[in-house]
T-cell receptor, first 114, second 112 residues
């Protein structure tokens, strides 16, 4: 158990819908990262927050957005969903965002868009 | 840009066999290097890491050495067990970046 929690574990929805994925980092971790794992693209970085502020963006679509709240939990919002958005979405956290620091991953949310 | 290349597998081994999973990287400067493991139906777990050249990371019988001259971080284990069956990901975190860049993962199946 990494100490990072993600809800829900599974999500099934329809095209065009909007969903919110939630992540609670390990106690004391200030940095939260979101990754997408799909069969064709592999594991890709989406976005990072540090202590409530956006720090870095990766291959995140404009239909996707995220935020980190004062209690440091984070939410990833996916809208106008398409079939290709079906994937496993991971949240990871670390104490700070130094190069050598370990990112601890949650169990993931499996999203299926029908 | 930064990238990680690893053998995709699947790799099938008999129990107690020697394991090597190759990983090479492209990055400027001195990135940190990681191996993560994903067991079926689970999330990613850190297996080991190395943060500077010639460092050796080790955990649970697995080892990998950060080789700057060959830009490699190959994963090895002397004697695999059935319980080691999983997907293994090599990853780097660059000097001036925040995210992990992952390889495509190598599926390992160990048979009794």
């Amino acid at each position: 158990d990494s100490g990072v929690t993600q809800t829900p574990k599974h999500l099934i929805t329809a095209t065009g819908q909007r969903v919110t994925l939630r992540c609670s980092p390990r106690s004391g971790d200030l940095s939260v990262y979101w990754y997408q794992q799909s069969l064709d693209q592999g594991l890709q970085f989406l976005i990072q927050y540090y202590n409530g502020e956006e720090r870095a963006k990766g291959n995140i679509l404009e239909r996707f957005s995220a935020q980190q709240f004062p209690d440091l939990h984070s939410e990833l919002n996916l809208s106008s969903l398409e079939l290709g958005d079906s994937a496993l979405y991971f949240c990871a956290s670390s104490v700070r965002d130094f190069r050598e620091e370990t990112q601890y991953f949650g169990p993931g949310t499996r999203l299926l868009v029908l | 840009g930064n990238s990680v290349t690893q053998m995709e597998g699947p790799v099938t081994l008999s129990e107690e066999a020697f394991l090597t999973i190759n990983c090479t990287y492209t990055a400027t400067g001195y990135p940190s290097l990681f191996w993560y493991v994903q067991y079926p139906g689970e999330g990613l777990q850190l297996l080991l890491k190395a943060t500077k050249a010639d460092d050796k990371g080790s955990n649970k019988g697995f080892e990998a050495t950060y080789r700057k001259e060959t830009t490699s971080f190959h994963l090895e284990k002397g004697s695999v067990q059935v319980s080691d069956s999983a997907v293994y990901f090599c990853a780097l975190r660059p000097n001036s970046g925040y995210a992990l860049n992952f390889g495509k993962g190598t599926s390992l199946l160990v048979t009794p």
